[in-house]
């Protein structure tokens, strides 16, 4: 030991500047390597919820973390800046100056403690309490110290920014509860982006004591904490003395459930998106998708057999899917399945595009007459759905009327497998394989094969899109973001549009006028399918804007005697299409006013087209000049244009409230000419002078 000690003593410096250097080398090296050695464990905060948000950016569906926890990423971009200056003023006045620990207030905690004989404040900054939620611990001298050396490693790693991020995606709430977001959407049902004075004090009292400030389960605590932070405020001079006394006597929140729209449309987004710790924004239309969810409900209220029904609605020219209910109702049976994606037999629904690929061989024309007469094909004998024969019916005939002798026997001249593969290239897979020894293969042509709801989708937009198959999307990723999505040719433009002119000819359901006799209908071209032994009842079409395809049976495949495509799914289907429509204008489209003859449907796709970037707004709704009609004095009105978004409306100079969906909603009081504006996200402006009438005046 002695001589150990000599030659300590022989290295170490004579000279005081020196000893101090060494001595400070002595403590950093270790602590450098600490530092590499045991980093902060930040990786906690990627073990994250999920919000699914429609096309805006409405939330539809919050997915919890693992455990069940909620805990949704912060943003300090979408977060109310009142919130975030009071969170400072009041936990960590200078969180942007020390560099994780304040030793100016650490000492002032102490010193209070000490007079006055217990805790008053720990003297913890934002930087420390989020090394504290990283690595939970006893509250004891030595955790402090903990607390202060991982703060340090915060503050050498990460900026300001994301430290006050990680410390808001983490801050503790009650029960399952962690994160402001969380919070926020559990109390106040919205996003923390534009909070109340009460609501901004509840946020901030509840991480200090989350369990025994909850204001679901101990509302008089919740509400007396939150007054303490609000008289503080005020003290600060964050907010007035007679705001924060009149926010104080508001009734304390109660717990609401997290945004459960879309159900299974949510889910099947965040199985597509590549990002899956952070918001994933969808192409679904919030407004549709609540219109499409009560046309299910509606449709299975009356059905006491257990029926189910799954419906799509996919823009055709984008083919965005803006809405999408995989089942009527999660309470009954089958109702946790998205039957979007469930194969189940198409029934008739095939039978356009088995006669779009014989116009494209030039063996049929739509004035081609076929025999519909009883005949077998190898050991294959189809029947009509009615058991009737008709004898000899033009092509069209037997497509309207859904023939089945007719339908197998141009699928004899296309030949199955070309059929199938066709399907398949398409992006429609059947689930059925045929072999080449397979002679009923020929039965696919009455839904003698398995499809899904999407698959069937996508082919019927692409007959509306002048027969090119493209795939669904459900992410809305931005231009150049995501590659050129696959296309393939499915049958020709022509035969597209010919198939399309049939099917718009066809017997419209009981109680609806043709389209083209009603003025702002769409003009549907449509086909149903019923399966085999009535386990599936299909109605699908596709008109100028949009495609929609209806499935309505038992989840778990049970048949249901009687029950027809169009009996049961032809309705929906046009109820789907009118929603569609009443719900375009909100989204900025060119509302459709009157329907072309359908002789002259265009099969395209293309729709209006408006070039956003060198022109200043494009008002939709209301028209410059026009007149509006208000029956009394609560009737409002959605304004639409398009343009650079975000767009802000305004009414004689005062700005257009926005509804729960994003929509411009305007409620003129009283008769009269108004002045509307409506400004673009690059300031420019357009104007519209329109008169309010009402049966008075």
């Known amino acids: 030991m002695a001589v150990w000690r000599r030659i300590a003593m022989s290295l170490w410096p004579r000279d005081g500047w020196r000893r101090v250097l060494v001595a400070l080398v002595a403590v950093l090296i270790p602590v450098e390597l600490i530092d590499r050695a045991a980093p902060p464990p930040v990786e906690k905060a990627k073990d994250a919820s ?107 790693r990460l900026s300001k920014r994301e430290i006050l991020q990680l410390y808001l995606t983490l801050a503790p709430y ?46 008089a605590a919740a509400v007396r904490a939150r007054a303490r932070v609000l008289d503080r405020l005020a003290a600060k001079g964050v907010f007035a003395r007679d705001l924060a006394e009149a926010s104080s006597a508001d009734p304390p929140p ?76 999660l309470d009954r049976p089958g109702g946790w399945l998205d039957l979007t994606n469930r194969p189940r037999s198409p029934g008739s629904t095939l039978k356009p595009f088995i006669y779009g690929l014989a116009f494209d061989d030039g063996v049929a024309a739509p004035r081609t007459r076929i025999s519909d007469a009883p005949r077998q094909f190898a050991s294959y004998r189809p029947n009509n759905f009615d058991r009737t024969f008709r004898g000899d019916v033009t092509i069209a005939e037997a497509l309207q009327h859904s023939l089945n002798v007719p339908a197998v026997a141009a699928l004899d001249s296309v030949g199955a497998k070309r059929f199938v593969a066709a399907l398949a290239f398409a992006g429609a897979a059947v689930s059925t394989p045929l072999t080449a020894e397979d002679d009923t293969g020929l039965a696919i042509a009455l839904g003698g094969a398995g499809m899904t709801l999407r698959d069937l989708a996508a082919l019927y937009a692409a007959l509306g899109d002048g027969g090119q198959a493209r795939p669904l999307i459900w992410v809305d990723s931005k231009p150049g973001n995501s590659p050129p999505p696959k296309t393939s040719q499915l049958m020709s433009a022509e035969s597209a549009r010919e198939i399309v002119d049939i099917l718009s000819r066809a017997p419209a359901p009981e109680g609806r006028m043709p389209a083209r006799l009603t003025v702002g209908a769409p003009n549907i071209a449509f086909k ?9 009842a299909w109605a699908a079409g596709v008109s100028r804007a949009f495609t929609v395809v209806v499935w309505v049976g038992r989840a778990d495949g049970a048949p249901r005697p009687g029950i027809t495509g169009r009996d049961v799914a032809l309705p929906i289907l046009f109820e789907a299409f009118d929603a569609a429509e009443r719900v375009r204008p909100a989204r900025g489209s060119a509302p459709e006013l009157v329907e072309p003859d359908s002789s002259d449907f265009e099969v395209s796709g293309s729709l209006h087209e408006f070039d956003h970037r060198s022109a200043p707004p494009n008002v939709l709704f209301p028209p410059d000049g026009s007149e509006i009609w208000s029956d009394d004095e609560h009737s409002a009105f959605v304004l639409a244009a398009d343009g650079v978004r975000p767009l802000a409306w305004y009414a004689e100079g005062a700005p257009v409230p926005l509804n729960a969906a994003g929509d411009p909603v305007w409620s003129p009081r009283l008769p009269g000419f108004y002045a509307l504006s409506v400004v673009d996200a690059e300031g420019r402006t357009t104007s519209t002078r329109v008169r309010v009438r009402t049966p008075e005046g």
């Open 254 to 329: 109660t717990r609401r459930d997290f945004p459960a729209i879309a159900w299974h449309a949510a889910d099947a987004v965040r199985g597509m998106s590549a990002n899956r710790d952070s918001d994933v924004v969808s192409t679904i239309d919030i407004a549709l998708q609540k219109e499409v969810e009560a046309i299910a409900r509606r449709a299975v209220a009356v059905q006491t057999d257990g029926a189910q029904t799954a419906i799509i609605v996919v823009e055709t020219a984008s083919r965005k899917v803006r809405a999408a209910a995989g089942s009527a109702d």
């Open 174 to 219: 009650g029960g399952n509860l962690e994160g402001v977001r969380a919070a926020s959407f559990a109390y106040f049902g919205r996003e923390p982006d534009n909070l109340a004075p009460d609501e901004i004090a509840m946020l901030i009292a509840l991480p200090q004591s989350p369990e025994a400030r909850r204001p679901d389960l101990r509302p």
């Open 50 to 156: 999920v919000v699914v948000k429609d096309h805006r950016g409405a939330p539809l569906r919050v997915f919890p973390a693992s455990g069940g926890v909620w805990r949704i990423p912060a943003d300090i971009d979408q977060l109310d800046p009142d919130f975030i200056k009071a969170l400072l003023a009041y936990e960590d006045e200078r969180f942007l100056e020390h560099g994780g620990v304040d030793l100016t207030a650490l000492m002032r905690a102490v010193s209070t403690s000490v007079h006055a004989g217990r805790i008053v404040s720990g003297g913890s900054t934002i930087t420390m309490q989020t090394a504290r939620l990283l690595e939970p611990r006893p509250r004891t001298i030595g955790s402090k110290l903990i607390e202060m050396f991982r703060a340090y490693q915060l503050e050498h």
């Open 528 to 536: 149903t399918g019923t399966s085999y032994g009535y386990r599936d």
